[in-house]
């Protein structure tokens, strides 16, 4: 229901358009990973998602009473920042084992001037895993009434040549973050 109603006000409100729905496999483990823009990009690529979104989401929002109660409703997950969160990791890995899509922003915080910042390592941990498949998503405009805003969702990242590699992850995640500038200049208004 909660995707439905956001999926109607982000149409209304902000006119959204969608590209990519057509690069999100079926039954499969997919982490989605996303630039991070402002506090609305989760229920934003939650909504016009094809498929339903797990996001991980910082362990502090959880504790806001009526939010948290709201985002776990929701299907998200706390994660603690700064850390090797082992019960975040144990999550996110068994919504992906079950074949659900986990919703990342590798940056792990929103940019402050629209930019893409530099990826966390713990997207590469996850995105090296046999049976995920990465996504990558691109989020531009402006969230001001009536603005536009568009998604873009680009083509699975093939990370196959890392798996192999010790200690790939934050060279997957260099790659995770290579694919989303890409798509934010492919499809810059």
């Known amino acids: 229901m909660g995707k439905g109603l956001f999926r109607v006000?982000?149409?209304?409100?902000?006119k959204v358009t969608v590209e990519g729905e057509e690069n999100f496999p079926?039954?499969?483990?997919?982490?989605?990973c996303s630039n991070h823009i402002n506090n609305l990009d989760p229920p934003l690529v939650g909504a016009m998602c094809p498929r339903d979104v797990r996001f991980m989401a910082k362990s502090e929002l959880f504790t806001i009473p009526v939010l948290g109660k709201l985002i776990y409703k929701v299907g998200a997950f706390p994660v603690k920042r700064g850390m090797s969160d082992k019960q975040a990791l144990r999550s996110g890995m068994k919504i992906l084992k079950d074949g659900g899509v986990v919703g990342l922003f590798p940056e792990g915080t929103r940019s402050k001037n629209g930019e893409l910042g530099e990826g966390l390592s713990g997207a590469g941990f996850f995105a090296l895993r046999p049976e995920v498949t990465v996504v990558p998503c691109a989020i531009q405009g402006s969230y001001k009434p009536f603005g536009r805003l568009k998604i873009v969702y680009g083509k699975p990242v093939d990370l196959s040549p890392l798996r192999e590699e010790q200690g790939a992850a934050k060279k997957a995640t260099q790659a995770i973050m290579q694919e989303i500038q890409e798509l934010i200049e492919k499809h810059h208004k």
């Open 26 to 32: 079926k039954g499969k483990g997919i982490l989605l």
């Open 9 to 14: 006000y982000f149409k209304l409100f902000n």
